[in-house]
């Protein structure tokens, strides 16, 4: 059972903001909140940067035919956008920025196990990024995010070395901050809470933490090997060398499927918590959802060979490793089923979170259902490499992962922030996102079902057939409406969260009702987060809680006893 | 263009047929049809667990949405291990099942029967290249037979390219250093669009060709007469046969004489033989007909200043006397189309 008492007896006196001033107290803080806080403020500028990009591809397939930049500059975009998402946003989204701040609390604990770590694990972020940016100036880089041999090799490619020793080094940031974390949860977890009372969100963090640990390097390798190819001429993956391209594809996607895990699973974790809190009900069926966090992450090291279903490897590899990705399905689907039996008899209040909460199962439904016709064989020779792919994939790390984050963040803004944003315009900012989501991606499903090829500048030209072009052209149209609802949805959202840094109404310890430890400390916590270690009971228990008009937020109940 | 050229070939003045509905292509090969059966067999299953999970959820916020910050939880059971083995081990048993059709289907698309019609292909940037056993060659037009098996043996000549035909559900990575194998059945008589699946480029969106698919024995005798084309030629009017060998060139270069691509148009070469002009490296070479064989065989020579060396060798892929057509070609271009690139009769 938690104390009360652990939380500091003069909650407003100071917190972690307001703890030490200047510049430098944040650049060499080591302090996890201010690290999580960094780490967001430049992973949403990422985002900024990479959502731009976005919006310049889908400009320009607004219409066909050149419409506001040449084919080249648009292979340089739509890299762009994809490394930048992939590399500087979503890996590091949940993890490194929210998982940071929310962790060690959650655990009841004063920082993470290695603080000194961490810091430097947000610098070799930062470095990475530097790297990833010079590729631009220097040039771009056209690769597409995937940096596929034997293209990516070739001497014209000069953006590529740059742009891999800063995924390099990324690959670093991202391998010591989940080493920090297993250390962390495995040391650092309060008297009481057992592995089997930590928060859905602290499995689900492990969980990735483990694939960073053990994936990650293989990235670094691959790397590592392909700029030895170019710049000593050391043949592994160009023919004209004697290499073996498709190598390059079972190294690169030996990483990167885990990585697609790194990604969803931390947003599943938040969806655990959001769900629950927000229903006002314990979670159900606690032990499924963690194990199968579990399960994803060791599944998810045996599937990379359905990236290459077309690659030109045997059929009975086909065979074999569509066999296994069917394996993934299974825990996704325990989850989901979860989910809405946590919602079932629940209280369920539609704050900004929890609608994000169920955008993602309506996102994450789809997602997760046309990953099936990926998986089955027959189904997915016609759909590889097509828009249908790239719907997919969206509806997954965007329409997932990153809308889980964003709802992630509303959860723990009162927290981090200690203001309260406009509920209001919360729900409709979620809404337009959705809305413009769905307009955006599920027009992308019809145009790759009927042949449209991924990574296209164009839709039109001499060896178009000019009744594909009509048929396309509509799609991209309206796919193309549908992103700028969006990113109207998104600066919305970013006009309210900036305002309520000054205008918002002070957030109260607990504004949703949640039982976890970080609720128990004020908004926001002090730098120490506990004066002394806290004691756990069940993190799902609601019924210990009680509204508090006074403040606004919830608070123990007076009928139960405290414990000790 | 290039399509309506076609369609003159083809007695049915066919069309590009785009298919029906929201889903999929026209079921132009003799697998299509089960690949369909199994994109469709998965479709339901999606609309149905979609649908339901979409409905409790609206049903659940509905029904047991907040009424008050008093309002409790109406439910305790913290988890129930016969239903989570049931939502578990359903799913299961439908992905097994969804597994075994998928691979039953995808056996058919990888095993050619043994009479099929074999096909060379050579990718290179931005370009496909189709070899006939009999010599017969095109680019941007795979003739085919109906009612034939064919297989397409593959190969790269740069980087990674995938060959792909929508309608025909077929696609295959053609990879540099190997080959690789498609094969398919054209059902009908009919144009079909052909892609470049794996990026490769500048220029990938523009490497696209169609498939033309005829009646056996109109192919037969289009393909013996392809075969032999050249022949029509004597050495007087060899400079007319430039033209057919353009489309081999065109993603590159054009015809007009404003339109400037990755390479130079061809009025440019044209307009400059038997004169000098500034090369890469700051040297001035000859605009003669030494100069147009070796920007086809060995192109990275002599490369004109402010171009990119960037053309590949034609070394091999065009026989001499091809080779000698182009030459002619270039130095009598203004006999045979205008400056907007126009045939003139």
């Not at chain 1, 689900?204 to 790397?223: D, F, K, N």
């Not at chain 1, 938040?270 to 966090?293: C, R």
């Not at chain 2, 059902?187 to 220029?203: I, V």
């Not at chain 2, 130095?331 to 400056?339: F, Q």
Request: a negative charge; aromatic letters at 14%; hydrophobic letters at 45%.
């Amino acid at each position: 059972m938690t104390t009360l008492e652990s939380t500091p007896p003069t909650p407003a006196a100071t917190n972690y903001l307001t703890h030490t001033r200047g510049f430098l107290s944040w650049a060499f803080t080591l302090d996890h909140k201010r690290i999580g806080v960094m780490y967001l403020v430049s992973v949403l500028s990422s985002f900024l940067v990479g959502g731009i990009f976005a919006l310049l591809v889908r400009t320009e397939l607004i219409a066909p035919g050149e419409t506001i930049m040449g084919q080249d500059a648009y292979n340089k975009a739509f890299t762009l956008h994809g490394a930048i998402m992939v590399f500087l946003v979503i890996i590091p989204s949940v993890p490194a920025a929210l998982g940071n701040f929310v962790l060690p609390i959650m655990l009841g604990a004063k920082d993470v196990a290695f603080p000194r770590l961490n810091l430097f694990s947000y610098y070799l972020w930062v470095f990475g990024a530097f790297f990833l940016v010079a590729a631009i100036f220097q040039g771009g880089l056209d690769t597409g995010w995937t940096f596929y041999a034997p293209y990516s090799t070739e001497d014209a490619r000069s953006g590529v070395i740059l742009a891999t020793t800063g995924v390099f080094i990324l690959g670093f940031s991202s391998i010591f901050t989940g080493l920090n974390f297993i250390v962390t949860i495995h040391r650092l977890r309060p008297p009481g809470m057992t592995w089997f009372r930590m928060p859905l969100f602290l499995w689900s963090i492990y969980a990735t933490a483990l694939i960073q640990v053990l994936a990650t390097p293989v990235l670094g390798i691959t790397l590592l090997l392909l700029i030895v190819e170019r710049v000593m001429k050391v043949g592994i993956f160009d023919p004209a060398l004697g290499g073996d391209p498709v190598l390059y594809q079972h190294f690169f996607w030996f990483y990167s499927h885990p990585a697609v895990y790194i990604m969803i699973l931390p947003g599943m974790g938040i969806i655990s918590e959001l769900i629950s809190v927000h229903s006002h009900k314990h979670i159900f069926g606690y032990k499924f959802i963690a194990f199968s966090s579990v399960a994803i992450a060791i599944f998810g090291f045996l599937v990379w060979g359905h990236h290459m279903f077309t690659s030109g490897q045997s059929g009975l590899m086909n065979a074999v490793f569509s066999a296994i990705t069917f394996s993934v399905s299974i825990p996704s689907a325990i989850k989901v089923f979860n989910w809405l039996a946590t919602m079932y008899k629940g209280s369920i209040s539609l704050n900004t979170p929890m609608l994000y909460a169920l955008s993602f199962l309506f996102i994450f439904s789809i997602g997760g259902l046309t990953g099936i016709f990926h998986g089955t064989l027959a189904t997915t020779i016609h759909l590889h490499d097509t828009y249908f792919v790239v719907a997919h994939f969206h509806y997954v790390m965007m329409g997932s992962a990153l809308i889980a984050m964003i709802g992630g963040l509303h959860h723990w803004w009162p927290k981090m922030t200690g203001r309260m944003y406009s509920e209001t315009l919360g729900r409709i900012g979620c809404i337009i996102v959705f809305v413009g989501f769905n307009v955006t991606f599920f027009t992308q499903f019809m145009l790759g079902s009927k042949g449209m090829p991924r990574r296209y500048h164009d839709y039109a030209g001499e060896t178009w057939s000019p009744e594909l072009t009509e048929l396309f052209h509509t799609y991209h149209f309206i796919s193309t409406l549908g992103s700028y609802l969006m990113a109207a949805g998104f600066f919305l959202t970013a006009g309210y969260l900036l305002h309520s840094l000054v205008k918002g109404r002070k957030a109260p310890s607990n504004p949703w009702g949640g039982r976890s430890l970080e609720w128990q400390c004020t908004s926001p916590p002090p730098h120490d987060n506990f004066s002394s270690a806290p004691t756990v009971g069940d993190c799902y228990d609601y019924s210990v809680l009680e509204w508090d008009d006074a403040e606004g937020g919830y608070r123990w109940r007076e009928d139960v006893p405290h414990p000790v | 263009m290039l399509l309506r050229t076609l369609t003159s070939l083809l007695s049915s003045g066919a069309r590009v047929d785009t298919g029906d509905g929201f889903w999929l292509p026209p079921q132009a090969s003799t697998y299509s049809q089960g690949i369909d059966w199994v994109f469709y067999f998965i479709y339901w299953i999606c609309v149905f667990f979609f649908v339901l999970i979409v409905a409790l959820m609206i049903l659940f916020v509905w029904k047991y949405r907040r009424t008050s910050v008093t309002h409790q939880a109406g439910e305790t059971v913290t988890h129930h291990t016969p239903l989570e083995l049931t939502w578990t081990i359903i799913p299961l048993i439908l992905v097994i099942a969804i597994f075994w059709i998928g691979l039953d289907g995808y056996v058919d698309m990888i095993r050619p029967p043994a009479n099929a019609y074999e096909v060379n292909v050579v990718a290179q940037r931005w370009n496909w290249s189709f070899e006939h056993r009999n010599g017969a060659q095109d680019s941007q037009i795979l003739k085919v037979p109906a009612g034939r098996p064919v297989k397409l043996v593959m190969t790269s000549q740069d980087v990674l390219h995938a060959l792909f035909i929508p309608a025909f559900r077929a696609k295959q990575d053609v990879v540099p250093g190997r080959y690789t194998t498609l094969w398919f059945e054209a059902k009908e008589p009919g144009l079909y669009q052909l892609f470049c699946a794996e990026y490769c480029g500048t220029q990938h969106s523009q490497m696209g060709a169609t498939v033309a698919v005829y009646p056996p024995d109109e192919f037969d005798e289009i393909i013996a007469k392809d075969a032999r084309w050249l022949d029509n030629y004597t050495d007087e009017n060899l400079y007319q046969a430039g033209l057919r060998i353009f489309a081999r060139c065109s993603s590159c270069h054009s015809l007009q004489e404003e339109v400037r691509l990755t390479g130079p148009s061809f009025w440019d070469v044209h307009d400059d033989f038997g004169k000098k002009r500034l090369m890469e490296g700051d040297y001035e070479a000859d605009i003669d007909e030494n100069y147009i064989q070796d920007s086809i065989l060995n192109p990275q020579k002599d490369i004109v200043a402010t171009y990119q060396g960037v053309m590949p060798t034609f070394q091999g892929a065009l026989k001499p006397r091809e080779v000698r057509a182009m030459v002619e070609f270039l130095k009598r271009l203004d006999e045979v189309v205008d400056r907007q690139g126009n045939p003139i009769e």
